[in-house]
């Protein structure tokens, strides 16, 4: 929404099984969750009183450095004190594991802080970038699936995550799948449809296309010859508006043109062998003639279309009024084929009174839909086979989209189809399917299941009293950026001030009567899998019609709780900070002050700064279109420091990468992306000495982890900073994230940011020849 495209965050057994969810230990029976906890809780105890050990015997090994590091540490401002809570003695470990004290830190503060990450944290088939952020989100994946195969503890029907483990549960039983095979899609979709073809159960004389089409469309929910979507209205992002576009094809357009002759084969195939699958178990041993002309009708005209879309261009602002079509105009233009007004009608049937003949959407494609017109008309009217061709063709998009929710067999379909064009196989078992399935339809139910098992409120209480506290610090600051004008410092102040703060989670994700509400209209059962996929449709489509009927909520999120993820939403004026940004390694509401402040307060620092720089001057204040609203005089003030920004960092290379494509290294031109990281060298560096100011505020004199050597409460905050970044990450993914995403390796971003904070050259006593020391810096304030 909006175009907002910055974001954050990589002998017998003692033990016998009884019921289902329990285990029985000698006479005492536990739910397996509980004794799960119970073991983790001995597991973290025992943890604690080794780490204890070790790093006791380490600090016996440093007295002279630790009577020098408190006397730094009474210079800044904190006690000689050393902190052995749990939360210190894990954060002292990630910090030990992770850096290089080997390194010189105004060298390459990369090397010192992340030196030892990869070691520690070596990639694998499930994640190759390996980051602290990709690292949460893939603990709290597994979190989830653990979870989502244990009972709840709301057995009620309508319970949301009772829902939630049913339909996963439903998903994953393999076993009635293979019993039932292709029955399901029978008695469910070719129930609802006017017979087939391939079944030899269809009547060319009773086709109606429009009936068929909201058959396809509406009630099962399937895309055929265009597609729907709801879209942020690009002329007020306050709206929304419906925009319709070509598809329906059952591979993408391109793979018909004559050059990709061979993929055609393998999808001709891939229809053919799963129509006599399905024949099979309608109970028609050899369909070959029909399964064979079923195929060729569905080529036929899904290449006929394919022909169309490549010859169809985008409007270049479709958006603009005058390129909207009327649904009456959008009718004619498909030669009356198609009635749009009375579709868009029981599509948004909670909303009919919405759509007439005159209200407008947005066509993205104008030529297509003229075309389509005279190929629905052909036929219809023409062909003497037109309706068995465009009956079959739309058979062909409800086995396509739903075959994958059978038998193992038609599962091995779609993947050898997916192998063959692709080259990637896919060997799983299903259950990442099934959680991405149930990730789709039900978000806010897996996230309110995660907070409900895995949240501390006292991480969100602490998460938003951090943000408070960056906030209230960046109103005092601003007085002193000089790039701002009087009247745009003060615009700068009221949209700060007025920024809405979530952090953590939303409230009505712990209220289980609206949670239950929410999905109330989904009948999930764990006995029939694929009808609970077709009650999920219900969901999409009150989805569509909520969007459509009602503004946007801001207390709606976008984002799962489950991914890590600090951002501020421009157009709605919103910093988000995910609870799953407030987790180890990234955040820890007992462990130590600068932790948090170092990683995600600069974090909330630089979401903060972002409402105001260049990318926060993108958007009308208003939140209803792209629209500047700084002065003259401060963009040129900008500017000026963009580039010194810039300018900075001539000299440094990006690269050479190696490359799995070529035996040579890979090395981008560094001066084409200077100014792309000029903006967020900008931004971090201010948010890291704002973060900075703000921990020496609140939080002065606290006690540091043992462990670490010569370390002062500003050089821990530095570290931690660095911490939240680090990276094992293969060379060549790195070049495609920097050519296609903007996103630039890890020890260039960290080194650059701090070599432009004179506070990070005073913590560790840098000479003014070190690399890190720049004789001028480029800073958004003094």
Not at 1 to 18: H, L, P, Q, R, V
Not at 305 to 322: F, I, K, Q, R
Request: net charge negative.
């Amino acid at each position: 929404m909006g175009g907002e495209t910055y974001k954050e965050f990589d002998s017998a057994s003692i033990i016998t099984n009884t019921t289902e969810g329990t285990v029985t230990i000698r006479n005492h029976t536990f739910r397996k969750r509980e004794l799960l906890l119970g073991v983790i809780a001995v597991f973290a105890f025992l943890l604690v009183i080794v780490l204890a050990i070790v790093l006791a015997v380490e600090v016996g090994t440093m007295k002279n450095e630790e009577a020098t590091a408190a006397a730094q540490m009474t210079s800044t401002g904190c006690d000689s004190g050393t902190c052995l809570t749990p939360a210190c003695l894990r954060a002292s470990l990630y910090h030990k594991q992770t850096m290089n004290e080997a390194v010189d830190p105004c060298q390459n503060f990369y090397a010192f802080a992340c030196g030892g990450y990869a070691e520690a944290n070596p990639q694998d088939e499930l994640l190759d970038d390996v980051t602290p952020s990709h690292q949460v989100l893939m603990e709290n994946t597994e979190r989830l699936v653990y979870l989502l195969e244990s009972e709840p503890d709301r057995q009620l029907t309508h319970a949301y995550e009772k829902k939630l483990r049913d339909f996963m549960y439903s998903c994953s039983n393999h076993f009635d799948k293979m019993d039932l095979r292709g029955y399901p899609f029978i008695h469910h979709v070719v129930s609802q449809t006017d017979g087939w073809y391939l079944f030899d159960q269809w009547n060319a004389s009773t086709f109606d296309l429009e009936a068929s089409l909201k058959t396809v469309h509406i009630d099962l929910w399937t895309s055929a010859f265009f597609t729907v979507s709801l879209n942020v209205d690009e002329v007020d992002w306050n709206k929304r508006v419906v925009e319709i576009d070509a598809g329906g094809t059952g591979m993408d357009f391109y793979f018909f043109l004559p050059d990709f002759a061979p993929y055609q084969d393998v999808y001709k195939e891939y229809i053919r062998h799963v129509a006599l699958l399905i024949s099979h178990d309608f109970g028609l041993a050899n369909n070959v003639d029909r399964a064979d002309q079923f195929t060729a009708d569905v080529f036929e005209v899904e290449q006929t279309m394919a022909a169309v879309m490549l010859t169809s261009p985008y409007l270049n602002d479709p958006h603009h009024d005058e390129h909207r079509l009327s649904l009456a105009q959008l009718t004619d233009k498909v030669n009356n084929t198609i009635d749009f007004t009375l579709y868009m009608k029981e599509l948004f049937n909670e909303w009919p009174n919405k759509f007439n003949d005159n209200t407008k959407i947005v066509v993205l494609r104008e030529l297509f839909f003229e075309t389509l017109g005279q190929i629905l008309s052909h036929y219809l009217h023409r062909d003497p086979d037109g309706t068995r061709k465009l009956h079959n063709y739309m058979m062909w998009q409800l086995l396509n989209r739903y075959h994958h929710e059978l038998s193992w067999d038609y599962v091995h379909a779609k993947r050898k189809f997916h192998y063959m064009t692709s080259g990637i196989k896919d060997e799983s078992s299903g259950y990442v399917y099934c959680f991405s399935v149930a990730e789709g339809a039900m978000p806010d139910a897996m996230s309110a299941a995660f907070i409900k098992n895995f949240v501390n409120k006292k991480d969100q209480e602490e998460g938003d009293y951090l943000a408070d506290k960056i906030k209230e610090e960046l109103l005092l600051s601003l007085d002193s950026f000089p790039w701002l004008t009087d009247d745009d410092r003060k615009t700068a102040k009221k949209k700060i001030s007025g920024s809405l703060q979530k952090v953590g989670y939303a409230d009505y994700m712990v209220n289980d009567m609206y949670m239950d509400k929410m999905y109330m209209q989904a009948k999930i059962t764990r006995d029939d899998y694929f009808g609970n996929i077709l009650a999920l449709n219900s969901l999409y489509r009150k989805a569509y019609n909520d969007a459509i009927g009602y503004a946007s909520s801001r207390k709606n999120w976008v984002y799962h709780v489950f991914q890590p993820m600090v951002t501020y939403y421009n157009p709605w004026h919103e910093l988000i900070v995910t609870a799953a940004a407030l987790q180890n390694p990234l955040f820890s509401h007992k462990g130590p002050a600068y932790y948090n402040y170092g990683g995600i307060g600069t974090a909330i620092a630089r979401s903060f700064i972002h409402a105001i720089d260049e990318l926060g001057n993108l958007y009308r204040l208003d939140g209803s279109n792209y629209g500047s609203w700084w002065s003259n005089t401060t963009t040129e003030k900008y500017e000026e420091t963009k580039q010194c920004a810039i300018e900075t960092q001539k000299g440094q290379k990006l690269g050479p990468f190696k490359s799995i494509f070529s035996p040579e290294p890979y090395t981008p031109n560094a001066t084409l992306f200077r100014p792309y990281f000029a903006t967020t060298l900008l931004a971090e560096s201010a948010a890291l000495r704002l973060s900075l100011k703000t921990y020496k505020k609140n939080k002065a004199g606290e006690a540091l982890p043992v462990g670490i050597r010569g370390m002062t409460a500003d050089k821990m905050f530095f570290l931690a900073y660095a911490q939240t970044k680090c990276q094992n990450t293969p060379e060549y993914l790195k070049a495609v994230q920097l050519e296609v995403n903007g996103v630039f390796p890890k020890e260039y971003r960290i080194n650059q940011v701090v070599s432009q904070v004179p506070e990070f050259a005073q913590a560790f006593n840098c000479p003014a020849s070190s690399p890190l020391v720049k004789e001028k810096r480029c800073m958004l304030f003094p």
